[in-house]
C-alpha cells in the first residue's frame, strides 16, 4: 500500500534553533498534505494544509512564520519549526493526500517528536 | 466545524472481555471515517478506515461500524489481550483529505 515517510522521527533542539520536518509520499503523488499537532494528553490538532505549489493555508491561532510550510515538490512537503521554544515541544505528523474526493489515499506519516530544551 | 467525541475517555478491562469504543461527530458530511491506534510517545497506526457508503469494517478482532446519518461509529474489540492497551483515536475525514479527531479512549487491558 501507499506509504508516507516523516522524517525524523525524534529531533531533540536547543531553544532558539529551527528544525525542519519532512513528509514524503513515497509512491504516489501528494497534491495535499496536512500537518497535525499533538499537546501531551491532547488530541491531533490540525495545523495547516498545504497544496503542491501554493502557499499553505493556516488553522486560526497557528503562526505561519512561526511554522513555515513548503510544498515544492507532489511528493515532499516540509514543515519548519523557526526559533524554536520549549511550548513548541509537541508530536507533529503529516498526511498526504493523492487526489480530491478519493476513498482511498489518504495517508499518514509515523510522526516527529519534537523536545525544544 | 467538525467536533468528535469519543466516549469513554478512558476504559479499563480485564483480559479476554469484549469492548465497545464510542466515537460521535457532529457534521454528517464525511466522506469516511478512520480508527487509529496510537501507543505512548509513537505515531498513528491505521487499523481500520470505513467508506462514507458502508455501515462496518472488520480485521481480525476489530470490527468498526458507521452510522453516518446519526453521526456515530463504534470500533468493537473482541478477546481483548493485553497487548491492545494503547489509546484509540476516531478521525472522520473530508472528501479534501481533512481530518478530525477526536480526544481518544485510553484502553488497559489487564493481564
Known amino acids: 500500500g501507499a506509504v508516507v515517510s516523516q522524517h525524523p522521527s525524534r529531533v531533540i533542539c536547543k531553544s532558539g534553533t529551527s528544525v525542519k520536518i519532512e513528509c514524503r509520499s513515497l509512491?504516489?503523488?501528494?497534491?495535499?498534505m496536512f500537518w497535525y499537532r499533538q499537546f501531551p494528553k491532547q488530541s491531533l490538532m490540525l495545523m495547516a494544509t498545504s497544496n503542491e505549489g501554493s502557499k499553505a493555508t493556516y488553522e486560526q491561532g497557528v503562526e505561519k512564520d512561526k511554522f513555515l510550510i513548503n510544498h515544492a515538490s507532489l511528493t515532499l512537503s516540509t514543515l519548519t519549526v523557526t526559533s524554536a521554544h520549549p511550548e513548541d515541544s509537541s508530536f507533529y505528523i503529516c498526511?498526504?493526500?493523492?487526489?480530491?474526493?478519493?476513498?482511498?489515499?489518504?495517508?499518514f506519516g509515523s510522526g516527529t517528536q519534537l523536545s525544544v530544551l | 466545524k467538525q467536533e468528535v467525541t469519543q466516549i469513554p475517555a478512558a476504559l479499563s478491562v480485564p483480559e479476554g472481555e469484549n469492548l465497545v469504543l464510542n466515537c460521535s461527530f457532529t457534521?454528517?458530511?464525511?466522506?469516511?471515517l478512520q480508527w487509529f491506534r496510537q501507543d505512548p510517545g509513537k505515531g498513528l497506526t491505521s487499523l481500520l478506515l470505513i467508506q462514507s457508503s458502508q455501515r462496518e469494517q472488520t480485521s481480525g478482532r476489530l470490527n468498526a461500524s458507521l452510522d453516518k446519518s446519526s453521526g456515530r461509529s463504534t470500533l468493537y474489540i473482541a478477546a481483548s489481550q493485553p497487548g491492545d492497551s494503547a489509546t484509540y483515536l476516531c478521525a472522520p475525514h473530508t472528501n479534501a483529505g481533512k481530518s478530525t479527531f477526536g480526544d481518544g479512549t485510553t484502553l488497559t487491558v489487564k493481564p
Open positions: 457534521d454528517s458530511a464525511i466522506y469516511n
Open positions: 509512491d504516489f503523488q501528494a497534491t495535499t
Open positions: 498526511s498526504a493526500t493523492g487526489q480530491i474526493a478519493t476513498n482511498e489515499k489518504l495517508f
